[in-house]
């Protein structure tokens, strides 16, 4: 069955939180597996992360993390609405029930947002190729709207729209994952308005959700994408992006963000990824089907006549208007 071209941006999450996972993202980009990672700037090993992307030449994005760990803004050293008693970030729910619920303030979070961009460039020398959230909290309501000011402010023109399609049709994913995945569709969607007016841009589809660790396969990761692409036209260009976890497993007390590994990070899920991206079957099965990986610097190389990547899903090409 004749399929759309696919341009396939590969993106290891998580890079800086902790040498063992860092060593094992190093390993799949070097493979050819990984073509652009994000670093937690306050990660315990985002120095070392540096020194490794500087040295093997990796495209690094900045992975903002608003709920993970310790702030690296001025919410690091008093009391904040981004933050518990004990200095810490809320966690993922913590940190989503404070959004729902009122209680951050917006104008912390672009402190802290700021801070963790200018934390990059000094480990870098250079801007971000890209920006994504840590457990994807730059699409929550209010966060993302300071978040596409920040990016438009600092020039930062990528971004990840994490909307999967069929992600409530994956039988294999826990009851939680499943409704993460619903309200992560919401919140994304609800994002894109002020995504497109800021000028932010981002793959034309994505995929990863129903793929994160030990249900990872090179069937479901295929079969995500197949899912992603259907109804696109043959022959038309597509960009896309796969998340991926891949890392060996944490030993604590080293890694995390502050407060050690966590367990997803100590667990084999990340070694189980690392395997499955590297071996022969996926990227193999990926070269049959015409899949080009890519970075994201290249989804500006789009010859003439191959259309743009997404201001907009396929669904929704709006034109911006004030939000």
């Known amino acids: 069955m004749a399929r759309p071209r696919v341009r396939l941006v590969v993106t290891a999450d998580d890079f800086g939180y902790c040498p063992r996972r860092d060593e094992g993202i190093v390993e799949a980009f070097l493979a050819g597996a990984v073509t652009s ?94 920006v994504d959230g840590h457990q994807h909290v730059h699409v929550l309501p209010g966060v993302c709207r300071v978040f596409a000011e920040a990016l438009q402010a600092c020039g930062v023109r990528y971004t990840r729209l994490p909307l999967e399609r069929g992600v409530d049709g994956c039988a294999w994913l826990e009851a939680p994952a499943r409704d993460f995945a619903g309200a992560l569709e919401q919140d994304a969607s ?59 497993p944490s030993v604590p007390p080293v890694g995390g963000c502050g407060e050690g590994p966590d367990a997803f990070s100590c667990s084999s899920d990340r070694l189980h990824e690392l395997r499955v991206l590297t071996a022969p079957t996926l990227q193999a099965q990926l070269a049959r089907d015409g899949v080009q990986l890519c970075t994201v610097e290249d989804l500006d190389c789009k010859r003439p006549g191959e259309g743009s990547t997404s201001k907009a899903p396929r669904e929704t090409f709006l034109e911006p208007s004030p939000p």
């Open 37 to 130: 990672v994000s670093l937690l700037v306050n990660g315990s090993a985002a120095g070392s992360a540096a020194e490794l992307a500087r040295r093997h030449r990796i495209p690094t994005g900045l992975h903002a993390n608003l709920s993970e760990g310790r702030p690296v803004g001025p919410a690091r050293h008093g009391a904040s609405s981004l933050t518990g008693s004990e200095g810490f970030f809320l966690g993922k729910m913590g940190f989503r029930r404070a959004v729902a619920a009122g209680e951050v303030i917006l104008s912390q979070v672009r402190e802290e947002l700021e801070a963790q961009l200018s934390r990059f460039r000094e480990l870098l020398g250079r801007d971000p190729t890209h």
């Open 190 to 248: 609800a994002a894109i308005r002020l995504f497109v007016y800021h000028g932010l841009r981002w793959t034309d589809v994505f995929v990863g959700l129903s793929t994160c660790g030990r249900h990872m396969s090179a069937h479901r990761v295929l079969e995500a994408l197949t899912r992603a692409l259907e109804g696109m036209p043959a022959g038309q260009v597509v960009t896309a992006e796969l998340m991926v976890h891949p890392g060996y």
